[in-house]
């Protein structure tokens, strides 16, 4: 159950203003407010919130991610969405993860939206992304919802509320993933042309980046994942991608998660910040996250030599 409340919580933390009850969430607060600062530089757990409360469901199940889904969940079913105008070119983005407002996540959150603007459609609102809940009441002008794994449940709730199109993705992290995300945009809104411009232009750049990257950091190398399990298809896409292998944490020369001792990823992140933006989705993203792992990766092996 705690999981279930630290998800809840963490939805909290990405919508200032909104008011979650149930489930014991209330009495947890306190808690999690102290967890997510070690997490969080901008945490907002600690301040007051005056938004219309919205109902957690009282058994909660699924862990951290089915506590996020389910706050969601609550917020679709409940929010205002009086004056709904649904546009064909707008859409709603309900899944997205975002467990901190820093810059990793309003990064990934500005990568969804230019990516979705560069097939010439047009992002209202994003759920959950650290805005308030005035953004998430402009979901009332989409003619689209574009499901992310994170929100599958509070996205079908949304789109059948407003009467629009449900187009589920999957999430664009690594090359491969980032690619079958825009194409199917292009299917989906007839978007075609668009679309495959955008990922040969991207992809030109995103490969001439990670070139030279690939004989040292990433060949006959062995990576863990150990984050949250949304990412983990795509993680072993890119690694591949990039002449690695994926392995069990035993045997390999880096470990990504929330794990001690490896390179963090996800929640809790407490030894790494970031007040810049950096994005870690989309082609752009997945240039910089393969940075982050080749640096780890060849610092490891050079503590090893010189322990050796």
Do not use: C
């Not at 630290?6 to 990405?14: E, V």
């Not at 009441?137 to 709730?157: C, D, K, Q």
């Amino acid at each position: 159950m705690s999981g279930f409340l630290h998800g809840a919580a963490l939805a909290l933390n990405a919508a200032p203003d909104v008011v979650l009850r149930g489930a014991g969430l209330e009495a947890f607060l306190p808690k999690a407010a102290r967890l997510q600062e070690r997490h969080d530089l901008a945490s907002s757990l600690g301040g007051a919130r005056r938004g219309p409360p919205f109902a957690l469901p009282t058994r909660g199940e699924g862990g951290l991610a089915g506590g996020y889904a389910a706050a969601l969940e609550a917020i679709a079913a409940g929010l205002d969405l009086d004056g709904a105008a649904p546009s064909a070119r707008s859409v709603a983005v309900v899944g997205y993860l975002m467990d901190r407002n820093e810059g990793d996540h309003r990064g990934n959150v500005a990568e969804l939206e230019r990516m979705l603007r560069a097939v010439g459609l047009e992002p209202v609102s994003v759920w959950l992304s650290g805005r308030p809940s005035v953004h998430l009441r402009e979901a009332r002008r989409a003619g689209a919802v574009l499901s992310l794994p994170h929100g599958r449940a509070a996205a079908r709730v949304l789109a059948g509320r407003l009467g629009a199109r449900l187009v589920e993705a999957e999430l664009p992290f690594g090359l491969p993933a980032t690619r079958r995300f825009l194409e199917r945009l292009g299917r989906e809104f007839g978007r075609e042309a668009q679309a495959e411009a955008f990922i040969e232009a991207e992809l030109d750049e995103a490969v001439a980046r990670l070139r030279w990257s690939v004989p040292h950091a990433f060949q006959n190398r062995r990576f863990s994942f150990a984050g949250d399990a949304g990412y983990a298809p795509g993680f072993a896409e890119l690694i591949e991608e990039l002449g690695g292998a994926v392995t069990a944490p035993d045997g390999a020369d880096l470990v990504v998660g929330a794990a001690a001792g490896g390179l963090e990823f996800g929640y809790p992140s407490e030894r790494r910040h970031a007040l810049n933006d950096e994005a870690f989705l989309g082609f752009p993203g997945a240039v910089s996250f393969a940075s982050r792992l080749a640096n780890a990766v060849v610092k490891g092996l050079y503590v090893k030599r010189g322990r050796s």
